[in-house]
């Protein structure tokens, strides 16, 4: 009797876990049911507003109409969305033929489908448009607001901006997604299209007067010769010949007296723009200088007085006042803006009086201390230094840089300039390829040789130094691994161990090694995120299979 109770009782609890366990199975598959209909419900309503080949809208006809001066842009049937790719969030490009001036610029947007009204809500539905001239982005609009929300379809009209600069023409337009890149939503939007009024066109801009000069741009002379200018023509796009309207200044020539003079020109046109100041150098000497003996720089012509190899014996291109004989002792004075520089002495002992200037130029000079400093832009210099540097420039380079005893950005580019023109002999000895536009040793020792018509060697130390730089460079290079950029890389005549900036290697290419191998890291990484950006539909399904593998087992 006892185990019939016991069997009974155990078979009620049997009944009793069956249908609980039955229970709970329905409650499971009930809910899984939910969930499969609400993640599906979600996912056809993200494609369906994303989509832009899904909406079963008629896209409204453009409402801007013709006018004159009015622009009409036509976008085509595509919606664009913030979520993927740029290819999805700009439609394709418009051929236009707009002139550059100034505009307003008006757009149209809609976007509709079915179930829009119950989709979720999309708070970015905005575009913009790009203004193209080949591959160069002229100018950009201001972009549309965004569409309302919870209705099957709905358009806007608006004025974006009431006055756009363009400042060239105009042959390309397409429209941009204002949002992209937000993943947050599709933000859908169709651009219909868009319409720009002209204002004004823009003006063409005055063009500066241009002076040329009359004759040769160096003048040499005897002392005692008499000078007369040849004076300069002036010509402006707008104004025509303006020569009357020349200015001529710099030095009073004095042919009496020998040295090196400047004569200035200067015009502007009739709306107070500049032209490029002209200079004319008139270099009177003593003798006419044959090549021997103690003469001055010999009457060479304009393209041999600015080279390394032009002048007599001495060598010194006819920009000192008294030239040098072969065997050294004077002083020169040069004559730059009305004020005259003493020069320091220089010695050309060693080389022979019958020497000519082709055969001196690959010969040792002895010393020559023209120019005595290291300058650089930024740097304490010396304004005496900087000075003869700028005369140099204009005398022996042809340059138009001001005399103004400081080391400015006119400066820094006649001198990077002339690194360039000179490479083999300022640049090659470092090992580096790019000019600095800084006076140190080999940039130094280039403008004394020029100067003084020959050859100065550098120094052991100089040497050394040169030599450890280059060294350093062909082992670890610049920043591009061959020493061929980064602000402060070693070489180029730039300075070093005796306080000039630019001393210490830019290594920072073991930097660019470690941002590589992370850079190649997140391409990696981002190879599935595509995959998952891509193929939507295959993720959306994943998800769903796996949330009901994990709730029902």
Known sequence: MLMNIINNNKMTEQKEKYRSRKKNNTFRKFSASLMMIFFLASFFALVNGAS??????????CVFEEQEGRTIVNFSDKKIVSHWSQ????????????????????????????????????????????????????????PIDDLEDWVQSATLEQIVNDDLEIDEDIDSIRALHAAYPDESSPNSVFPVCMAFDLLKLKEDPNHAPVIMLIGSTIINLIVGDIFTDPGATASDTEDGDITGDVVIGGDAIDTSIAGTYIITYNVVDSEGLAADEAIRTVIIAETSGDGEGGGSSSSASSEDSSSSEGGGTGGVGGDTENIVGASGGSSGRISFGGSRIMLPQVSLAGVST????????????GQCSYLNDY?????????????????FLRVFENSDIPLTGVFDQATFDAVFG??????????EPWGY????????????????????????????EQKIEIEKVRTFIEEFGGANGDGSSGSK????????????????????????GRTLNLAAGVAFLKSPMAFIIDNKLAVALIGISITLLIYLF
């Open 52 to 61: 832009a080949d899904e909406s079963t809208f008629e896209i409204p006809a």
């Open 87 to 142: 290819e999805d969030a700009e439609s394709e490009p418009v051929s236009v033929d707009m002139q550059a001036g100034s505009y307003k610029a008006s757009l149209f947007s809609y976007d509709g489908y079915e179930g829009r009204e119950g989709a979720f809500p999309q708070p970015r539905e905005s575009w913009l448009a790009v203004l193209k001239n080949g591959d160069s982005v002229i100018a950009e609009s201001s």
């Open 489 to 512: 890389g070693i070489g180029g005549d730039i300075g070093s161990a005796q306080g000039e900036d630019g001393e210490g290697a830019d290594i920072s290419s073991s930097e660019d």
């Open 375 to 391: 300058l650089k832009l930024g740097e304490d210099n010396n304004p005496t230094e900087v000075l003869k540097l700028q005369g």
């Open 433 to 460: 390829d790019v000019p600095t536009g800084y006076v140190y040793i080999t940039t130094k020792n280039k403008i004394n040789e020029i100067f003084c018509g020959g050859e100065i060697p550098l120094s052991d």
């Open 354 to 365: 019958s020497t000519s200037a082709e055969s001196s130029s690959s010969s040792s000079i």
């Open 418 to 427: 002339f690194q360039e023109k000179y490479r083999e002999d300022i640049l």
